[in-house]
């Protein structure tokens, strides 16, 4: 996972909190089939069996369930490219939740954030991991 800090916003520390939630079981995390293929570890060719191997073993983890993508769940995407403008991966990702019924749908980007307000099926938002925080090594060695 990337260490992406975005306006001060460390993003992997959201993204692998909700993820360590769901391997816990207190959350499910969802993903369209889709997602497989867009995680390919970059278009500069075939990563290395390591990373490769990485990749496909995410998917294969109890704690994330794949949504496959049918014809319904195409037409509903197709829907979402009409209706808001979206591009067809993420009105595919988008479509595979709803279909899911998922509650929540995180993602930063800003193509799906501003649709928010008009999919009321789901709630569209930024990944916001609320739950305890680990303190830094340097931190806590001052007690």
């Not at 959350?27 to 990749?55: H, K, N, W």
């Not at 209706?83 to 991966?89: C, H, I, Q, T």
Request: proline share 2%; with cysteine; glycine share 6%.
């Amino acid at each position: 996972m990337k260490h992406e800090v975005i306006d001060g916003h460390e993003r992997w520390r959201h993204c692998r909190g909700l993820l360590k939630d769901a391997e816990e079981g207190k959350i499910v995390a969802v993903t369209s089939s889709f997602t497989v293929t867009e995680v390919t570890g970059g278009r500069r060719g075939r990563p290395t069996s390591e990373v490769a191997d990485q990749i496909r073993g995410f998917f294969e983890n109890d704690f994330v369930l794949s949504v496959d993508i049918d014809r319904t769940i195409a037409s509903k995407a197709q829907e979402h490219v009409w209706d808001f403008g979206l591009k067809a991966p993420d009105a595919i990702h988008l479509a595979s939740a709803v279909a899911a019924e998922c509650d929540v749908f995180y993602t930063y980007d800003d193509d799906l954030l501003d649709i928010k307000a008009k999919v009321h099926s789901i709630r569209i938002e930024q990944p916001i991991w609320h739950g305890a925080s680990q303190l830094e090594m340097d931190v806590a060695s001052d007690d």
